[in-house]
């Protein structure tokens, strides 16, 4: 009977220990590997040299960004700090070492927003060529990211943003439930910050529906 109610606490502790280090405002574990043709179609339009890819996850496009400059820049890259060490560590392996990752906590309210402030910090003028940003996915977190960006930007420069009519209830992560209204899960908040935040600022215009958006050069 004690060595029963020890091996409890025991799986206890374990599972507390577990979800402790685990909470995470965001899955671990994604279903998708997608390659973001119309992002990479249209960079090669481009001359851009210094990029930065706001949620990387495995780094399926981060390493087409890595082709795509082929030693040139610099790759920037924003994610949860274990994340951002796997995709730099293989993107090194491969030769590339012109990336620098910007990782930060799974604390509830951490983000790369923290990150991007940084960069505002070390930074006075603008750095960025081009962003794509496909993290988050909220109005909370990626409004602020970007005003955040917009100060790391270039005149001429361009911001992309993946999943405009992607909402919380294409996704099952039970805790998504305990942060957002039904509204919020039901809304396309990638779609909102575009329409409302992106779409009216006159100093960007449309390039690709919805998606690219260029920087005016004053
Ligand atoms: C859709 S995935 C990115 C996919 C990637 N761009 C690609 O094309 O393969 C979204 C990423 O955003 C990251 N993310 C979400 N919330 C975050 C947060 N609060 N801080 C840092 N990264 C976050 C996730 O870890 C995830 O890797």
């Known amino acids: 009977m004690k060595m029963l109610a020890y091996r409890f ?58 082709k795509f400059l082929n030693g040139r820049g610099e790759l920037h890259l924003f994610d949860f700090e274990d994340n951002v060490l796997e995709v730099t ?10 990336v620098i990752g910007h990782g930060n906590s799974r604390k509830i309210m951490d983000s790369y927003n ?20 496909d993290g988050a996915h909220s109005w909370a977190v990626d409004a602020l990211a970007f005003f955040l960006t917009d100060k790391l930007l270039k005149p ?13 209830k294409d996704f099952c992560f039970p805790p998504f439930r305990k942060m957002y209204t039904r509204e919020q899960i039901e809304t396309p908040q990638v779609g909102l910050l575009i329409d409302l935040l992106v779409k009216r600022d006159p100093h960007y215009t449309e390039v690709t529906q919805n998606k690219i958006f260029q920087k005016n050069r004053e």
């Open 9 to 66: 606490q025991a799986l206890a502790r374990y599972y507390f220990r577990k979800m402790t280090f685990r909470a995470t405002n965001y899955p671990t574990r994604l279903f998708s590997l997608t390659r973001q043709t119309k992002t990479i179609e249209f960079l090669k339009t481009t001359d851009c040299q210094v990029i930065a890819e706001i949620g990387v996850y495995m780094g399926a496009t981060s390493t087409e960004f890595a």
């Open 89 to 98: 560590r293989r993107l090194n392996e491969m030769g590339y070492h012109n």
């Open 156 to 168: 001429g420069g361009y911001i992309d943003f993946d999943d405009y009519d992607w909402t919380f």
């Open 114 to 133: 923290w990150s991007l402030m940084k960069m505002i910090q070390a930074h006075k003028e603008p750095v960025f060529d081009y962003v794509f940003v």
